[in-house]
């Protein structure tokens, strides 16, 4: 396999609905340069749309149902580690994976497992974060990935972008606009958890050899006139 001839790291996504992340990461997988491979989408809704995307990329895929172990997190979490040993899965990543873990599991998956959330950590942690973005009634918004600790939406900060909250936002527009860039920052921050350039140093994350951004976002965007 291909991953196999260029040791590529073989990363499992986990979904629970639309899989667009998903969806993102396997096109900048399909690259045979790419240092990783996604061998592997875990779903814990059987009817989650993200599957059939992955079907028909021919990714392999599973279902570890949440709901036939009641609240019993562990037994779940035991069945999700057996399907994700049994791919001989090297890293983790959660794209729109609507579980807690325990911390038992969360590390056994340390350094290893990644999340993007749609806000600009550590505002807006949890659900419904566009609607809470604008009843805050923020300028900027946008999007995280960062490395899951047992804290729910905290972790090493890996890459965060930004968007703009334009004044006839709704909760979908503004979805829509973060999703977008939530596309274009997973992709790079797995790549650099595939090629070892993540550091964590105590809370914060440092990327190797990636150099900072050259441009600020200002908005609203003053005119030279209303300086
Ligand atoms: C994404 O916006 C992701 O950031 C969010 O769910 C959506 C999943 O979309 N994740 C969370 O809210 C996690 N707390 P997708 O299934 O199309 O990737």
Not at 90 to 101: H, P, S
Request: with cysteine.
């Amino acid at each position: 396999m291909a991953e196999e001839q260029t040791s590529r790291k073989r990363v499992a996504v986990l979904i629970s609905g639309r899989g667009s992340n998903m969806a993102a990461l396997a096109a900048a997988a399909d690259d045979p340069a790419y240092p990783a491979a996604i061998a592997l989408v875990v779903s814990n809704r059987p009817n989650a749309a993200g599957l059939a995307i992955a079907r028909a990329r021919g990714i392999e895929t599973a279902v570890v149902d949440h709901t036939t172990h009641g609240k019993d997190r562990a037994a779940f979490e035991r069945v999700l580690q057996e399907v994700l040993e049994r791919h001989r899965i090297d890293l983790v990543c959660l794209g729109g994976f609507m579980r807690l873990f325990t911390p038992q599991f969360v590390a056994l998956w340390e350094g290893r497992m990644l999340n993007i959330h749609p806000a600009l950590l550590p505002s807006f942690k949890g659900l419904d974060t566009h609607a809470h973005a604008l009843e805050a009634g923020v300028r900027i918004h946008g999007a995280t990935v960062h490395f899951v600790v047992p804290e729910m939406d905290a972790g090493p900060i890996v890459i965060q972008a930004a968007v703009p909250v334009l004044d006839d936002d709704t909760p979908d527009s503004l979805a829509a606009r973060v999703v977008g860039v939530e596309h274009r920052i997973y992709p790079l921050a797995l790549r650099w958890l595939a090629e070892g350039r993540l550091r964590r140093v105590g809370g914060r994350c440092r990327v190797d050899g990636v150099p900072g951004a050259g441009a600020v976002l200002i908005h609203p965007q003053a005119s030279p006139s209303s300086r």
